[in-house]
């Protein structure tokens, strides 16, 4: 999905809405895994300073992660984009399951990361609401979609986290998205050390001084029984 197709086709913004209805369910369940748990811990021994996340899925926070800044935006928070109000995805939630008591399909039909695969004649039978705060809309979840930009003032905020960084840790990220690997380039402009942990190679690895390639779950916790043990 787009931000241009969800802008301006009411019927995939219908389609994307009727998804993630379903999906939803799939997201709100997931808890945070050992890398995540690992950074709060981190975090709290004063061993890493402020993180940036490219995911949109608040584990980081529930890993234990504080003033985490969500780049792409998250997925617990929804957006009018008539009325700018911002409010919770719980409560848009509990309105879509009053005003579609039966539409969902069989769990064996939506997919790990909550997308859910729905025929034609199902989408049909999906109500939306509309936003609380101005009673139109269209409503979107506050995430960064494909054709849209990070916020300057959130992206100015990210480099001034760098710029003070004595080192940038990548973990995780294949940095293919220039959201994410410009902060890469401008550590490596100023001279600031960097190291990435990431299963397979990434658009960073040339201007990396440190590369692990293994499963963060292992390396993390690992990094916090040796520094912060």
């Given at each position: 999905m787009t931000y241009q197709t969800f802008t301006r086709d009411p019927q995939g913004r219908h389609r994307y809405w009727a998804r993630s209805f379903v999906g939803w369910r799939q997201i709100r369940g997931a808890r945070p895994n050992a890398g995540h748990r690992a950074v709060g811990e981190l975090q709290a021994a004063g061993l890493l300073g402020g993180v940036i996340t490219q995911n949109v899925d608040g584990l980081h926070q529930a890993g234990g992660a504080r003033g985490v800044v969500e780049l792409h935006g998250g997925l617990d928070r929804t957006v009018c984009l008539n009325c700018g109000d911002v409010a919770s995805r719980a409560a848009l939630d509990e309105r879509l399951r009053t005003a579609n008591p039966f539409f969902g399909p069989r769990t064996d039909?939506?997919?790990?990361?909550?997308?859910?695969?729905?025929?034609?004649?199902?989408?049909?039978?999906?109500?939306?609401?509309?936003?609380?705060?101005?009673?139109?809309?269209?409503?979107?979840?506050?995430?960064?979609?494909?054709?849209?930009?990070?916020?300057?003032?959130?992206?100015?905020?990210?480099?001034?986290?760098?710029?003070?960084?004595?080192?940038?840790?990548?973990?995780?990220?294949?940095?293919?998205?220039?959201?994410?690997?410009?902060?890469?380039?401008?550590?490596?402009?100023?001279?600031?050390?960097?190291?990435?942990?990431?299963?397979?190679?990434?658009?960073?690895?040339?201007?990396?001084?440190?590369?692990?390639?293994?499963?963060?779950?292992?390396v993390l916790p690992e990094l916090v029984s040796r520094l912060a043990g």
């Open positions: 039909e939506i997919n790990p990361d909550g997308d859910a695969e729905l025929p034609d004649d199902v989408l049909d039978g999906f109500v939306m609401v509309d936003c609380l705060a101005c009673g139109a809309g269209p409503l979107k979840p506050d995430v960064v979609f494909f054709g849209e930009t990070v916020p300057r003032d959130r992206v100015d905020h990210c480099f001034a986290l760098v710029e003070d960084a004595g080192s940038l840790v990548v973990l995780g990220s294949s940095l293919t998205v220039m959201s994410g690997y410009r902060f890469v380039l401008r550590a490596a402009k100023l001279g600031i050390p960097v190291a990435i942990v990431n299963v397979g190679p990434t658009r960073g690895d040339v201007k990396a001084d440190v590369r692990v390639d293994a499963p963060l779950g292992e």
